[in-house]
């Protein structure tokens, strides 16, 4: 148990589907990520929220659609989705009140997303 | 501006080795430095941090120390297990609030054979 739950573990749909993955935090932190983890690539930042407000996004495409209900929840929606969206997806969160930087991310265990 | 260099994998070794996995950064400021794992299947743990220089951040046998004057963060463990097998993420946090990112460098992995 990371204190961060993310589902589904595994997901896959279509390119016509739509979908969502969802993230859950009671650590009492209050932002959370979103990051693209593919194969033999660096990881990748999509989405900042602080405090419910998205504060980055990182030229994502408009076909994955952040939500952040309230700082405990967070929500990647997904449609027309492409094989090469196909990858980990990383929910993460982290307490920002320190002026040092020195909090760290908690991580989900991710979930795995195939696009056929 | 901020980046994180560490070294290129995959590092094989056997079991009982000892483990150096090298991490350079660059950043303006104080920043903080870590290290993340990965193991198969999972998503990344915090492994170790430190916040200042000279501090020295220890886990589970592994050991890395905030060199300032060489910007580095090698992570060393002197007895790997194959338990350990997994891939390492160096990382750094700029030192300032308001949900500034945390940059990681591209993964190193490790295999450790019986």
């Known amino acids: 148990e990371t204190g961060v739950t993310q589902t589904p573990r595994h997901l896959v749909m279509g390119m016509t589907n739509k979908k969502s993955l969802k993230c859950e935090q009671h650590?009492?932190?209050?932002?959370m990520y979103w990051y693209k983890q593919s194969a033999k690539k660096p990881l990748e930042l999509m989405f900042v929220?602080?405090?419910?407000?998205?504060?980055e996004n990182n030229s994502v495409p408009s076909r994955f659609s952040p939500e952040c209900p309230n700082s405990s929840h967070l929500f990647l929606h997904l449609h027309t989705l492409q094989p090469e969206d196909s990858a980990l997806y990383l929910c993460?969160?982290?307490?920002?009140?320190?002026?040092?930087?020195?909090?760290?991310?908690?991580f989900g265990s991710g979930t795995r997303l195939t696009v056929v | 501006g901020n980046s994180v260099t560490q070294m290129e994998g995959p590092v094989t070794l056997s079991e009982e080795a000892f483990l150096t996995i090298n991490c350079t950064y660059t950043?303006?400021?104080?920043?903080?430095l870590f290290w993340y794992v990965q193991y198969p299947g999972e998503g990344l743990q915090l492994l170790l941090k430190?916040?200042?220089?000279?501090d020295k951040g220890s886990n589970k046998g592994f050991e890395a120390t905030y060199r300032k004057e060489t910007t580095s963060f090698h992570l060393e463990k002197g007895s790997v297990q194959v338990s350990d097998s997994a891939v390492y993420f160096c990382?750094?946090?700029?030192?300032?609030?308001?949900?500034?990112?945390?940059?990681f460098g591209s993964g190193t992995r490790l295999s450790i054979r019986p």
């Open positions: 993460a969160s982290s307490q920002t009140t320190k002026p040092d930087g020195s909090y760290g991310y908690t």
């Open positions: 650590l009492g932190h209050n932002a």
């Open positions: 929220y602080n405090f419910k407000e998205q504060t």
């Open positions: 950043a303006t400021g104080y920043p903080s």
């Open positions: 430190a916040t200042k220089a000279d």
């Open positions: 990382a750094l946090s700029p030192g300032y609030s308001s949900a500034s990112k945390i940059i």
